[in-house]
């Protein structure tokens, strides 16, 4: 099992920044892609931002530009950097990991989630 525990939320005003903090422990062998997702209220789960093992990165077109995703593979951690926020940013941020045990079976883990409020 792993466990996933999203840091880092809070409330901010317009154009301001936040960075998200997911912290990855447990059984770990090893992590896959991380990514962070959002969901506001009445909306569905959208992806943000994707990074794989190697770094590559992927953003919604919503986020391009402003969010900064990254991981360190050490500490088995990964981050959400946002600046100039946006009241449409306010949400629940979730994080994301796609895990392989040492017989290659892969499982997904979710965070329980981190509040974002943008103030306009």
């Known amino acids: 099992q792993v466990q996933l525990v999203e840091s880092g939320g809070g409330l901010v005003q317009a154009g301001g920044s936040l960075t998200l903090s997911c912290a990855a422990s447990?059984?770990?062998?090893?992590?896959?892609?991380m990514g962070w997702y959002r969901q506001a209220p009445g909306k569905q789960r959208e992806l943000v931002a994707t990074i794989t093992r190697g770094a590559r990165t992927n953003y919604a077109d919503s986020v391009k530009g402003r969010f900064t995703i990254s991981r360190d593979n050490t500490k088995n951690m990964g981050y959400l950097q946002m600046n100039s926020l946006k009241p449409e940013d306010t949400a629940v941020y979730y994080c994301?990991?796609?895990?392989?045990?040492?017989?290659?079976?892969?499982?997904?883990?979710w965070g329980q989630g981190t509040q974002v409020t943008v103030s306009s």
């Open positions: 994301n990991a796609d895990h392989s045990d040492r017989y290659e079976a892969k499982r997904t883990y």
């Open positions: 447990g059984s770990i062998f090893r992590i896959n892609d």
